[in-house]
């Protein structure tokens, strides 16, 4: 059974989810605002992202008073922490591609649109199925419920299977990029908009590859 420390923690750990899945859903909103020309809608919803960005940063720096009051067994506790600072990078890696939208306003051409919402699409799905996995996931009780672990197992392989259909669309789209007419600076623009966009689901595997760490330290 949780202590109370230990309850708040996963109540925490839950809350920064919350507000990192936030910055997820900015970005996106922003991207879209950008497409369509909206600069001053993108403009606010960034505001809106960089809010939420802070609140999870907040959020995290709480998880850390927690665990260093005593919450959980201290084996466990480095392990937690590095996932929430893990987790507090996606949302720094959706604000960095929000401050990308709205600073550099990259001049994307229709016909790569589609490609760019494809990734954000499964970005935000992975982050989906790696927040259905820390929900089932708590340190000394995982391995007590056995339904739990298979369902953490699966959700983390769905997350990688998910990053590698990523990059193999982030090759093809800067390839597809880097062999039309546009310009060489636009070209370069459009591959910074890219990179910045796809970082936001490395640092979502990164997340998942934590939380695997904790799950080997149950197991032992």
């Not at 665990?67 to 890696?93: C, H, Q, T, V, W």
């Not at 051409?109 to 708590?138: D, G």
């Amino acid at each position: 059974m949780f202590t109370e420390k230990e309850r708040k923690v996963k109540e925490l750990i839950d809350l920064h989810l919350e507000k990192v899945e936030s910055c997820l859903s900015c970005f996106k909103s922003c991207v879209e605002a950008s497409f369509k020309k909206n600069l001053e809608a993108a403009e606010q919803i960034h505001e809106n992202c960089d809010y939420a960005e802070s609140e999870a940063d907040i959020i995290r720096r709480k998880i850390a008073d927690s665990l260093y009051s005593g919450a959980f067994l201290p084996l466990a506790r480095k392990d937690i922490y590095m996932l929430s600072e893990a987790i507090d990078e996606i949302a720094n890696s959706a604000e960095r591609a929000s401050d990308t939208v709205v600073f550099q306003q990259p001049d994307i051409p229709s016909q790569y649109m589609k490609a760019f919402f494809e990734i954000i699409e499964k970005t935000l799905s992975m982050f989906t199925s790696f927040r259905e996995a820390v929900a089932k996931f708590m340190p000394d009780e995982t391995f007590h419920d056995y339904d739990h672990l298979p369902f953490i197992r699966q959700r983390i392989s769905a997350v990688i299977d998910m990053e590698s259909e990523i990059d193999q669309k982030e090759e093809a789209l800067i390839r597809d990029i880097f062999s039309s007419d546009l310009p060489l600076a636009q070209k370069m623009q459009l591959e910074t908009f890219l990179r910045r966009t796809t970082s936001i689901s490395d640092e979502i595997e990164d997340a998942a590859d934590r939380l695997n760490v904790l799950l080997i330290g149950e197991k032992i």
